[in-house]
Every structure is written in C-alpha cells, then in structure tokens.
C-alpha cells in the first residue's frame, strides 16, 4: 500500500506562518517588560532631560533596590518627588548622609544641587541600566490602547492560526 503525500496549501503555510511569527513578537516584546520584573526591578521611563546625556529623554531604566546606606556617591537613583510625591525622578547622588537617612542629589545636565535632599523614606533603589529611546516604546504598550493593541494582535494571529488549519482541513478532504 502506498500513501499519497499531501502537500500543504501553500495559503494555510502563510497564515500559520504569520500567525506563529506575530504571537513571537508581541511575546519577544514583552519579555523585557516582565521579566525584570520577576526578579525584583522597577522599570520606568525617563521623561525629563535632568540627567542628559548620561541617561537621555525617552530612556527605559530599571532600578534594583538596595539599602539606601549602601549607595554611592556618583550612583544613580530613583525616588519619588518630594514636592507630590507620585513623580519619580531618577538623579546621581553627590551626597549619601546616612546620620540624617537622607541623599543629596543633582541631575546631570541641571546646573544646581537639588534644592530639597531627599529622604531614605521616598528612595525607589539605583539604576541598574538605561536603554535610551525604548522608554517611548514601553510606555506605549503599557497603556490602555497598547494593551487594547496587543489583545488585538494575538486575535489577529489567532484567526490566521484559524484560517490556516480551516484551508488545511479541507485540502486534506479533497485528497
């Protein structure tokens, strides 16, 4: 008995082609989202200019914590602002006064010491590492519409998963 080789659509190739390629993607593009995440980092995007060129607009930075006694002059931190608190500002510390708990910092290209120290209570941790303009990306696609975007995206690869096998199956009747 011999068996006839059924040869794939080439149709049903693309869309399952496209569908896996697409879902590899969005997966790959995340990955850097989630995965530090996992093990403890704090990822955000720089949205001023204060510590150019060191770490430019539109930057993606991760920050590890570590005990605020420990930090470094010439490192540089995250914490949040002191004036409302929800804004996090990313600044090399130039003094780490451990007697007061408390960082005198200065951003970059700023030409004066922050006015205000910084209290160990509102620091975040160091940074780690900068990745210049993937900060933009980032923000993207951790808002509403990037997440309605993604969604989107695996339906998409979904349906071309669907219309590839749906082609397959009924090349496989016609045999």
């Known amino acids: 008995m011999s068996r006839k080789k059924h040869k794939k659509s080439p149709v049903a190739v693309i869309c399952s ?40 607009t539109g930057s993606l930075v991760y920050i590890k914590y570590s005990p605020p006694e420990e930090v470094k002059e ?16 990313t600044h090399r510390v130039e003094v780490n006064n451990t007697n007061m708990g408390q960082f005198l910092t200065k951003g970059d290209a700023n030409e004066e010491r922050d006015m205000n120290p910084i209290p160990y209570d509102n620091y975040i941790g160091k940074v780690v590492k900068s990745f210049p303009r993937v900060g933009g990306i980032a923000q993207t696609v951790t808002t509403g519409s990037g997440r309605i975007v993604a969604v989107c995206v695996i339906g998409f690869a979904i349906l071309l998963e669907i219309i590839g096998a749906f082609i397959e199956s009924r090349n496989k009747e016609e045999d």
Do not use: Q, R
């Open 17 to 56: 082609v496209l569908g896996t390629a697409l879902l590899i993607i969005l997966i790959l593009g995340c990955l850097p989202l989630t995965v530090p995440k996992l093990m403890g980092y704090h990822i955000y995007t720089v949205v001023s200019g204060s510590m150019e060129p060191a770490i430019p």
């Open 74 to 89: 010439k490192e540089v931190i995250a914490f949040y602002s002191a004036m409302d608190g929800a804004s996090i500002i």
